[in-house]
């Protein structure tokens, strides 16, 4: 009874959003796979791909924050969305979170074309030739980049910079810590993950400090302004 009560008293575009990436990632499943080693169609269309890849289309600055990897790329992200997009869109309400999660997301694509463009500068400068072609447009088809959590992070920023002093607790941590040190870590850490650049680790990180960079700006300019409505 607890849980249907919360589910119900979702905010409306929360709820949506989350409707929305589930029955995608259904789709996911059911039409295109969800392997990270095999090329499928749904990624093809609406994944986002390096600009220089066959693949690459100017919607998948969009589609991409709808599409997830896994189940629990899904939960996590959902569950973010769930917890901290619910206050702000009950604060701003639904038009402006609605802009606001829309314009996060698609930073983070920017963000991470912008990855892609240093991952790939050297190959980019060397001319090709037919089979080594190929290859890159196959490497390009793969390191296709899915997820809402550019956005998520945008909402994260926001609410740690709206409340700064919330305690969360934020797993495996066993004491509260206040909103803003919270964020400011998991950010700190995102930074971290892409300046090493580890062997396998195939998160984006970039996008995600795009997407709270986003976030951060575009709430300090509402607040600044004193914007009450964007319509």
């Known amino acids: 009874m607890e849980f249907r009560n919360r589910f119900q008293q979702t905010s409306p575009i929360v709820l949506n959003l989350i409707i929305i990436n589930g ?42 924050m709808f599409m997830h990897g896994s189940f ?29 999660f829309l314009i996060c997301g698609f930073v983070a694509g920017v963000s991470q074309m912008l990855n892609y463009v240093a991952d790939y500068h050297k190959i980019d400068r060397v001319l090709l030739d037919a089979e080594t072609m190929e290859q890159y447009q196959l490497a390009m088809r793969l390191n296709c980049t899915i997820g809402a959590s550019g956005a998520v992070m945008g909402i994260l920023a926001a609410f740690g910079y709206l409340f700064p002093n919330t305690q969360l607790f934020i797993m495996p941590i066993p004491f509260p810590v206040k909103a803003k040190w919270a964020i400011m870590g998991i ?33 300090l300019y509402w607040n600044k302004t004193n914007r009450n409505s964007l319509f």
């Open 23 to 64: 029955l995608v990632f259904f789709a996911q499943m059911a039409f295109g796979g969800l392997s990270e080693n095999q090329p499928n169609t749904v990624n093809d269309l609406f994944a986002l791909h390096h600009y220089k890849s066959n693949e690459f289309r100017p919607y998948q600055l969009i589609t991409h």
């Open 72 to 100: 629990f790329h899904l939960l996590f992200n959902m569950l973010g969305l769930w917890m901290f997009g619910n206050v702000l869109e009950k604060v701003w309400g639904s038009k402006r979170f609605l802009l606001f």
């Open 187 to 219: 950010i700190a850490l995102d930074i971290f993950g892409g300046v090493v650049n580890t062997a396998n680790d195939n998160v984006a990180h970039f996008a995600h400090v795009g997407g709270a960079l986003a976030g951060f700006l575009l709430v």
